[in-house]
C-alpha cells in the first residue's frame, strides 16, 4: 500500500498557519493546565516525602492526627527512648528527639498578612536525626538561651524571621542566629528553638512528640507492637514518612480533584477546537482529496495523512504548553496545610513521567478531535469528490 | 434587515461546525462561572460574618487557649452586651474525609448571639438541658441524615475519645449566607470530662465572642480588651469575626489565586476555539464578500456580516451556558458535602460571564473583519478557500 508522505500533512498545517496556530494555541492552554496541575501535585508530595527519613519513627498521642494535637507526657517518652530498637549514637546515647511542636501567627513581609507558622523545639539528637537540615547562614542556636534558626522559606517570607532579627511570643523575645536550608522539605517552612527552652515559654508541660532513629529498618513492626501493646503508653507509631505523606492527604486530594475536572472540561473545548479545524481542514481540500484517491492512494492511506495531521497539530500544542509549565519551576506555592494548619511552601516540580503523561494526554486529544474528520474524508467517493471543485 | 437574515443564514451554513463551536462555548462559560463561584464559596465565611461582634484569642496563635476567668473580665469591658467562650473540638464523624466544624460552646448564652441562626423555642430549652445535646444546622443534619434524638458519636483529635452526643434542635439560617453546616454542644461536657482526664487542660476557652452594643466602636473596645490581658501569661488578641474569617481565608490565598488564573484561562481557550472558526469562515467565503462588495455593498456591510455571526454564536453559546451554571452548580454543592457550607452563584459571577462572553464574540470577530474589508475585489474573486 502506498502511504502519502509525512510532508503533506506537515505543508497542510503550515499553508493555515493562523488556523494552526489558534487550535494549537487552545490545546497548548490545556496541556499547560494538566501539566501544571501535577507538576504542583509532585512538588507537594516531593516535599512531603523528603521531609521524611526512612528510618525516623515519629510517635504521637492516640487519635491525634498532628504532633500539634498530640501530647506524650515525659514519663511515656522515657518509656519509649528507652527501647531497644531505638538506635544508639556517640556515648551510646539514643537518637531520639523529643520535640514540642506550636503554631504561632507571624505577619508575611510583602502583604503583612498573618500565617501560621510551626515553632518546633527539639533535643540535641533533632539535627542528627535530619542531615537534610544544614544551616546555611549564621550558626546553630545554643542550647539553654534565646536563640533560634528559622528555615529558609520562612527567613524570607516571614517579619522578624530574617538572619539577627527577633521574634517575639511565649512573653519573650527570640533572636535568629541562624537559617537553615532543608534540601526544600516541609521543615523549611518551620522555626527551630530548643525544647528545654521552648516548653516553658509555651507553659507546656508535655512534649508533642518524640522522633527515633530505628536501629535497623526491620525493627518498625517489633516496637509498634510493643507500643501498642503497652497499655500505659496510648501512643501512636507512624513511620515518619507516612506521617507526612498523611499530612497532605487533604490538600493533595483537593489539587487532584480540581485539576483533574479543570482538564477534563478543557480538554473538551480543545478537542472541539481540534474537531473544527479538521473538519474545515476536510471540507476545503474535497478536491484534493478526490485527486490523491484518483492517483490510487488508499482509503485507509487518506484517513492515515489526516490522522497523522491532526496528531502533528496537537503535539504541537502539547510541547508549546509543557514548555511553558516548564517555566512553572521557577515559582514557590505558600499556603497553608488543612491538616496541620500551618504554612507550607512548595514548588512545581517538572518530572520526565509528568513530561510524557502531558505529551500523550495532548497527543490523545489530537486523536479524538482528528478522527472523525479524517474518516468522512476517507470515505468521500472519488467522482463526488473531484466534481466537489 | 437584509444583514439579520443573511447573519442567520451564514451562522447555519456550517451546521456542525456552529454545533461544536456552541458546544465549546457552553463548557468554558459553565466552568467560568464554576470556578468564580468556588472563589466566592472561599469568601462565603467572610461574607456571612458579622461585624458587630468580636473574636478574643490567644494572641500567639489559635492553638493556646484562654482562661475561663476572662469571660468576667471581658463583660466588664464598657460596651459589650454579652460575652460567650466555645472551643474548637476538631473531631472526626466516622471518617476524617466527613469533616465539618464542631464547637464546644457555653449553652446558656452562645447561640443568643448568633441572630442569624433560628431555632424552635422548644428545642433549645431542650438542648440547653441536655448536657449531651447538641445543636446541628440544616444544611449538616440534611448531609448526614441527623434527626432529632439520633446519637453522633465523634472521635476526639484534640480532646482524645469517644464523644456521644443527642441530637436536640436543629437550626436553620435567616439568609443564604448563613453556614448552617456547623455542629455546638455544651462546653460544659467537654469541661467537665476533661476535669476527669486531663486536669491540666480544664477551665480552658479555645477563644470568646463579645457582642456588642455598637458596632462602630469595635475598634475601640479590641484595643481595650486586649490592654487588659497585656502582659499577662494569656495575651489576647481581638478583631471584628469578619476580620478573623478574613485571616483564615487569606492563608489559603495561593490556591484562591491560581483558581483564578486558571478560570480566565478557560476564557482563553475558548476564545481560541472561537476566533478560529470566526478565521476559517471568513477565509472560505473570501469569493463571496468580494461578489458582495462587486455588487455595490461597502465594507461596513461586510463587517457587520461577520461581527453579527461572532456575536450571534456567542451570545447564543454563552447564554445557555449561563442558564446551565445554575444547576451544575447545585449539583456540584450537593457532591462537595459539607466542605462549602454556602455555594451560590453570585451576580458578579453572571456579569463576568457575560462581560466575557461579550468580548469573546467582539474579538473573535476582529481580525477576520479587518481582512474582509481591507479585501481587493480582484483579488477576492480569484481566491479558492
Redesign the interface.
Known amino acids: 500500500m502506498m502511504r502519502i508522505p509525512f510532508s503533506y500533512s506537515l505543508r497542510n498545517l503550515w499553508t493555515r498557519r493562523l488556523t494552526t496556530v489558534l487550535t494549537a494555541g487552545g490545546m497548548a492552554l490545556v496541556v499547560f493546565v494538566f501539566a501544571a496541575v501535577l507538576m504542583l501535585d509532585e512538588g507537594l508530595r516531593q516535599t512531603l516525602v523528603e521531609t521524611g527519613s526512612p528510618d525516623n519513627v515519629m510517635v504521637i498521642r492516640k487519635g491525634s492526627e498532628t504532633e500539634m494535637q498530640s501530647g506524650v507526657e515525659r514519663d511515656k517518652a522515657a518509656i519509649v527512648e528507652s527501647q531497644p530498637q531505638v538506635a544508639l549514637g556517640q556515648g551510646g546515647l539514643s537518637i531520639a528527639s523529643k520535640e514540642c511542636v506550636v503554631l504561632i501567627t507571624l505577619n508575611k513581609r510583602d502583604t503583612v498578612k498573618p500565617a501560621n507558622v510551626i515553632i518546633r523545639g527539639v533535643s540535641p539528637m533533632g539535627m542528627v536525626l535530619r542531615p537534610q537540615v544544614r544551616i546555611v547562614a549564621g550558626r546553630m542556636f545554643r542550647p539553654g538561651s534565646n536563640e533560634v534558626i528559622a528555615g529558609r522559606s520562612i527567613a524570607e517570607r516571614f517579619e522578624g524571621a530574617g538572619l539577627g532579627e527577633t521574634v517575639r511570643f511565649g512573653a519573650r523575645e527570640w533572636t535568629v542566629v541562624g537559617v537553615f536550608d532543608a534540601n526544600r522539605s516541609g521543615f523549611d517552612s518551620e522555626i527551630w528553638g530548643d525544647v528545654d527552652q521552648l516548653m516553658p515559654a509555651f507553659r507546656r508541660p508535655v512534649f508533642s512528640s518524640i522522633i527515633f532513629r530505628l536501629a535497623s529498618t526491620d525493627q518498625f513492626d517489633a516496637i509498634k507492637q510493643t507500643i501498642d501493646d503497652d497499655p500505659r503508653l496510648k501512643l501512636e507509631v507512624k513511620r515518619e514518612r507516612q506521617y507526612y505523606s498523611d499530612q497532605s492527604a487533604a490538600l493533595s486530594k483537593f489539587i487532584r480533584i480540581l485539576g483533574i475536572t479543570l482538564s477534563v472540561i478543557f480538554s473538551i473545548g480543545a478537542v472541539i477546537g481540534a474537531m473544527i479545524t479538521m473538519y474545515a481542514a476536510v471540507a476545503t481540500r474535497t478536491a484534493e482529496i478526490g485527486t490523491l484517491r484518483a492517483l490510487g492512494f488508499r482509503r485507509a492511506s487518506v484517513l492515515a495523512a489526516f490522522l497523522v495531521e491532526a496528531l502533528l497539530l496537537s503535539l504541537i500544542g502539547g510541547g508549546a504548553g509543557l514548555f511553558l509549565a516548564s517555566f512553572m519551576q521557577l515559582i514557590t506555592i505558600s499556603t497553608m496545610n488543612w491538616q496541620s494548619f500551618s504554612e507550607l511552601a512548595f514548588s512545581f516540580t517538572l518530572t520526565p513521567e509528568i513530561a510524557i503523561k502531558s505529551l500523550v494526554f495532548s497527543l490523545a486529544m489530537g486523536l479524538c478531535g482528528g478522527f472523525l474528520p479524517a474518516l468522512r474524508a476517507s470515505r468521500l467517493g472519488i467522482v463526488d469528490a473531484l466534481r466537489a471543485a | 434587515m437584509h444583514a439579520w437574515k443573511l447573519i442567520l443564514r451564514n451562522a447555519l451554513r ?1 451546521k ?2 456552529t454545533a ?2 456552541l ?2 462555548l457552553v ?2 462559560i ?2 467560568f462561572g464554576l ?1 468564580l463561584t468556588v472563589v466566592d464559596a472561599w469568601y462565603a465565611g467572610v461574607e456571612g460574618a458579622s461585624t458587630s461582634r468580636l473574636i478574643t484569642r490567644n ?6 487557649p484562654l482562661p475561663l476567668t476572662y469571660t468576667q473580665k471581658i463583660r466588664q469591658v464598657d460596651g459589650v452586651r454579652a460575652v460567650a467562650g466555645a472551643n474548637w473540638f ?1 473531631g472526626i464523624y466516622k471518617e ?1 474525609k466527613n469533616f465539618f466544624p464542631q464547637f464546644a460552646v457555653e449553652a446558656g448564652t452562645y447561640l443568643d448571639l448568633f441572630p442569624e441562626f433560628i431555632l424552635d423555642e422548644m428545642e433549645k430549652k431542650n438542648f440547653q438541658r441536655d448536657r449531651k445535646g447538641c445543636v446541628v444546622g440544616r444544611k449538616l443534619a440534611n448531609t448526614y441524615g441527623f434527626k432529632l434524638g439520633d446519637t453522633v458519636t465523634l ?4 480532646f ?2 469517644n464523644w456521644e452526643f443527642v441530637v436536640r434542635a436543629i437550626y436553620d439560617g435567616r439568609d443564604a449566607k448563613t453556614d448552617t453546616s456547623q455542629f455546638f454542644f455544651h462546653w460544659d461536657y467537654l469541661n467537665e470530662t476533661m476535669k476527669r482526664l486531663y486536669p ?1 487542660r480544664a477551665n480552658q476557652i479555645g477563644f470568646y465572642v463579645v457582642d456588642l452594643v455598637n458596632p462602630a466602636r469595635a475598634a475601640e473596645i479590641s484595643r481595650e480588651i486586649d490592654a487588659q490581658f497585656k ?1 499577662s ?1 494569656a ?1 489576647t ?1 481581638t478583631e471584628t469575626e469578619k476580620a478573623f474569617q478574613l ?1 483564615f481565608v ?6 484562591v489565586v ?2 483564578r488564573i ?1 478560570s480566565f ?2 476564557i ?3 476564545l ?2 472561537m ?3 470566526m ?2 469562515t471568513v ?2 467565503r473570501t469569493a463571496e464578500y468580494a461578489t458582495l462588495k462587486a455588487l455595490g455593498f461597502g465594507p461596513a456591510f461586510v463587517v457587520t456580516l461577520i461581527f453579527g455571526e461572532s456575536m450571534l454564536i456567542a451570545v447564543l453559546g454563552g447564554a445557555i451556558g449561563i442558564a446551565l451554571t445554575f444547576p451544575v452548580a447545585s449539583a456540584f454543592a450537593r457532591a462537595m458535602g459539607s466542605l462549602f457550607p454556602i455555594f451560590n452563584v453570585s451576580l458578579t459571577t453572571v456579569a463576568m460571564q457575560v462581560a466575557s462572553i461579550l468580548a469573546v464574540g467582539f474579538i473573535a470577530a476582529l ?1 477576520p473583519s479587518r481582512q474582509a474589508a481591507r479585501l481587493n475585489i480582484v483579488d477576492g474573486l480569484r481566491s479558492i ?1
Request: aromatic fraction near 6%; glycine fraction near 8%; proline fraction near 4%.
Open positions: 456550517h456542525l461546525r461544536l463551536t458546544v465549546g463548557v468554558a459553565l466552568a470556578l494572641s500567639v496563635s489559635l492553638v493556646f476538631g476524617p472521635k476526639g483529635t484534640i482524645p475519645g491540666r502582659n501569661i495575651e488578641l485571616g487569606s492563608m489559603t490565598e495561593a490556591i491560581a483558581i486558571v484561562l478557560a482563553f481557550i475558548i481560541a476555539v476566533a478560529n472558526t478565521a476559517m477565509r472560505e481580525f478557500a
